[in-house]
């Protein structure tokens, strides 16, 4: 495992998956889905991968993007806005109630997460994707789980000065 994690000089460990692009047709459907609601739920959002023949995470991709366009192109009066923000808020609850389940690793799946983030923190999708095979674990819930604990990183680098202050005064008190 250690040998694999070590980045080959000629291959590039980093590198973006290729951007994906929609069909008229699916364009389409995604568009039509996008007006009934913009914020759709994880098993909407299922379906609609499956009807345009793609994965769940390039059609929650494709929503984040559609919803920044349609943030920029109408600045909404306050009064517009409220109404907006209610809106959200319904769909917000709404959306809850359809959201993936958490995620429970093995203990083993964790060793193997960790192992490799301490190897690198930023692995590559080809990276990703092997991990996915051997752990059993969606790509996108790995690059998932090193988004988070690259986040819990640095927060915990954040915290670490805080707690040297609080112990030295702790100490001389």
Known sequence: ?????????????????????????QLKILIKAFDKNPYPGYTTKQKLA???????SRIQIWFQNRRARHQKKSEPDE???SSQEQDHLEEEVQSR?????RTN??????????EA????PYPGLDYRERLAKETGIPESRIQIWFQNRRSRLRVQRKREPDDEVLGQRQDQE
């Open 1 to 25: 495992m250690a040998q694999d994690a070590a980045p080959n000089k000629t291959t590039p460990v980093n590198h973006r998956r290729s951007r994906t692009k929609f069909t008229q047709d």
């Open 50 to 56: 499956l009807e345009v023949n793609t994965e769940e």
């Open 79 to 81: 009064d517009v806005e």
């Open 97 to 101: 109630e359809n959201r993936r389940g």
């Open 105 to 114: 690793y093995t203990s083993s799946q964790l060793h193997t997460l960790i």
């Open 117 to 120: 983030f301490s190897n690198n």
